[in-house]
T-cell receptor, first 115, second 115 residues
C-alpha cells in the first residue's frame, strides 16, 4: 500500500484561526478522501478531492469552512477555517483509486484541539 | 441508502480466547465491499480485512476472519487467540459500486482484552 504522510500530527489552536493539514502520498492516486473523527465518534467523510476539479463536499460540510486543494496526484491539503472548539477532532486523509473493492489506507491523522 | 450497524459499544474478552464483533449492513447495490479497521488509542486507522460481495469464501488474514452471511447482511469479525495488543476500537465499513470508493463507517466497538 501507498506510504501516506500527514502533517501536522497534532496541533492546539485558538478559536478564530485556521489550520492547514497536508497529505502526501508516495504514488499517484485518483482521489483523496478527507475524513473527520469527532471525539468518541466514528469517521465521517468531509469531501473527495480530484486533481483539476473542485472538491465534492458531503452534506453538512462547506467549502468556505473546509477548503481543499489538490495541486497534483500525490498531494492534497485540507484547511479548517475560523476554528471553534467544535472543530476539535482527528482529521484523516486517505488516497483512493475510485474502486469500491480496494481498501482505503489512512494517514496517521491530525489531532486538532481548538481552545 | 447505505448503512453500517455495530450494536456492541464495548466488548471484553479473556486473553487467548476468540471474540466475535458484530456488523450488519444495508445496501441495495449488488456490488459492495466490507472492511474492518482497528484504531488503537494512538489514533491511526489500521486496515485488517476485506470481503467482497461476490466472494464465495469468507476472508481470512492471520488471526482475523470475516464471517460473511450475505442473506443476513452480516459481516462479523472473528479474532482468534486474543492478545493484549488487540485492545482497541474496531470499525466495520462499507463501500459500494455506485460510490467513488469512499467508505461508510459503523459507530465502532471498543474491545478490551483482559489478562
Amino acid at each position: 500500500s501507498a506510504v501516506i504522510s500527514q502533517k501536522p500530527s497534532r496541533d492546539i489552536c485558538q478559536r478564530g484561526t485556521s489550520l492547514t493539514i497536508q497529505c502526501q502520498v508516495d504514488s499517484q492516486v485518483t482521489m483523496m478522501f478527507w475524513y473527520r473523527q469527532q471525539p468518541g465518534q466514528s469517521l465521517t467523510l468531509i469531501a473527495t478531492a480530484n486533481q483539476g476539479s473542485e472538491a465534492t463536499y458531503e452534506s453538512g460540510f462547506v467549502i468556505d469552512k473546509f477548503p481543499i486543494s489538490r495541486p497534483n496526484l500525490t498531494f492534497s491539503t485540507l484547511t479548517v477555517s475560523n476554528m471553534s472548539p467544535e472543530d476539535s477532532s482527528i482529521y484523516l486523509c486517505s488516497p483512493g483509486q475510485g474502486s469500491y473493492n480496494s481498501p482505503l489506507h489512512f494517514g496517521n491523522g491530525t489531532r486538532l484541539t481548538v481552545t | 441508502a447505505q448503512k453500517i450497524t455495530q450494536t456492541q459499544p464495548g466488548m471484553f474478552v479473556q486473553e487467548k480466547e476468540a471474540v466475535t464483533l458484530d456488523c450488519t449492513y444495508d445496501t441495495s447495490d449488488p456490488s459492495y465491499g466490507l472492511f474492518w479497521y482497528k484504531q488503537p488509542s494512538s489514533g491511526e486507522m489500521i486496515f485488517l480485512i476485506y470481503q467482497g460481495s461476490y466472494d464465495q469464501q469468507n476472508a481470512t488474514e492471520g488471526r482475523y476472519s470475516l464471517n460473511f452471511q450475505k442473506a443476513r447482511k452480516s459481516a462479523n469479525l472473528v479474532i482468534s487467540a486474543s492478545q493484549l495488543g488487540d485492545s482497541a476500537m474496531y470499525f466495520c465499513a462499507m463501500s459500494f459500486g455506485g460510490s467513488q470508493g469512499n467508505l461508510i463507517f459503523g459507530k465502532g466497538t471498543k474491545l478490551s482484552v483482559k489478562p
